[in-house]
């Protein structure tokens, strides 16, 4: 008995000893672009704390369960602009932090994976859904979160598909991301066996459509731009511009429902999105944020939350031990969506289900029943190991 009171005694006086010792601190940088992305729908205009709400929701997780470790997450913002160095930025940023989850086009991301190569960065990429950064232009550096195009149109097309809903009638626009997504969907159309009986452009002539153009010119004009058009079940839009697809429903000749930018859209995450515990991070989100929370609010939560994870299982704060699990098999994440996420280790792209919704409903969560595949039924979404472009350096 008065050993077993020795030990803990002796036990207790080291525990107090851990929780005395200052915290490992784990810095996490988040680099996004200044300014907000204009939309057709003034309800659904952007905040200003867009994705960046998301990672800092995700520290305050990180930080519950870190306590218990003797661990503190540290969140570092810096935004740029356009006419801003973001190479000479991100290294800044990296000079105090390991990782980095990135909010930039493209083309700024490459530039960014590049001049930190050497370093040992690890850049997360919460925004571009480019398929050519995870494919012909792929770093080893960097961890991609946002779904890709491919991911989104192969998760609309299984359900168009599924619902007999073959026949497309397909309108894109006339910018060049309208038109990689157009691709995607081709892709997607061709993959699972629809059809696109006709395609459309709809000119950006540059006009201020809530200014130039008003309800009454818009009625008339969207039945006349979509008739004559062969038998279709769905028309298709490909409007990552947000210049037209938001005025196509209820208002084209024939009556047909309209998915893709508008109408039943995929993507990562929605506001109206409650299954499989959702409603507790929504609900959480609203009370310190008081809005809805979006697809890159949730793309920045698991990237932080991805390091979170790492740091608990591995409990260090090294980050060549943090990334090494990372990228490890015995790696996943929960994320609400009904199934854990893990990473494809062909182009690091976090392998997750797709939600199709309508704006107030989650109307279907792919992928679909009955698209099978010899290892992960997430594979089904986007470039599979066999398709892959990606050769890690």
């Known amino acids: 008995m008065f050993r077993w009171l020795i030990g803990t005694i ?13 915290p490992v601190e784990i810095h996490i940088g988040y680099l996004g672009h200044a300014g907000v992305k204009s939309t057709l729908s003034l309800v659904q205009q ?33 935004k740029v602009k356009d006419s801003d160095d973001v190479a000479k930025v991100a290294t800044g940023l990296a000079g105090r932090n390991d990782f980095i989850i990135t909010d930039l086009s493209a083309d700024a991301l490459l530039k ?23 494919e012909q232009d792929c770093r080893a550096n960097v961890i991609h979160i946002a779904p890709t195009r491919s991911m989104l149109a192969d998760a609309l097309s299984q359900y168009l598909v599924w619902k007999q809903w073959k026949r497309w009638l397909l309108v894109v626009g006339s910018h060049d991301q309208d038109k990689l997504y157009a691709d995607a969907l081709r892709r997607a159309a061709t993959r699972f066996g629809a059809k696109i009986v006709q395609e459309r452009t709809f000119e950006d002539t540059g006009g201020a459509r809530r200014t130039d153009s008003g309800v009454t010119l818009i009625q008339r004009q969207m039945p006349v731009f979509t008739q004559q058009a062969p038998a279709y079940d769905v028309l298709v839009a490909a409007d990552e511009s947000e210049v037209f697809a938001n005025y196509l429903p209820y208002r084209t000749w024939d009556p047909r429902p309209v998915a893709g930018s508008a109408g ?32 890159l609010d949730m793309q920045a939560w698991t ?4 390091i979170g994870e790492a740091t608990s299982r591995t409990n260090s704060g090294d980050p060549k031990k943090v990334i090494a699990f ?35 409903m989650v109307v279907s969560v792919s992928p679909q029943e009955g698209f099978l595949h010899q290892v992960s039924e997430l594979d089904t979404l986007g470039v599979d190991r066999p398709e892959t472009k990606c050769k890690l350096q």
């Open 303 to 306: 990237a932080a939350r991805m």
């Open 112 to 134: 960014v994976a590049d001049a930190l190569h050497d370093r040992g960065t690890v850049l997360l990429n919460a925004g571009a859904i480019d398929d050519r950064l995870r």
């Open 326 to 360: 990372l990228k490890g098999k015995d790696f996943s994440i929960a994320a609400f969506k009904g199934t854990r996420l893990t990473l494809r280790d062909w182009n690091w792209q976090l392998r997750q289900p797709i939600l199709l919704a309508d704006g107030r």
């Open 264 to 295: 039943l859209v995929p993507t990562s995450w929605d506001a109206t999105h409650d299954q499989w515990g959702a409603v507790q991070i929504q609900n959480r989100f609203v009370k310190l944020n008081m809005r809805r929370m979006t697809a």
């Open 46 to 78: 952007p905040a200003d704390n867009d994705g960046i709400a998301g990672a800092r929701l995700a520290i305050e997780d990180n930080n519950t369960t870190g306590k218990f470790l003797n661990q503190r997450f540290v969140l570092d913002e810096a």
């Open 10 to 22: 002796a036990l207790s006086m080291m525990a107090t000893g851990a929780l005395a010792a200052d």
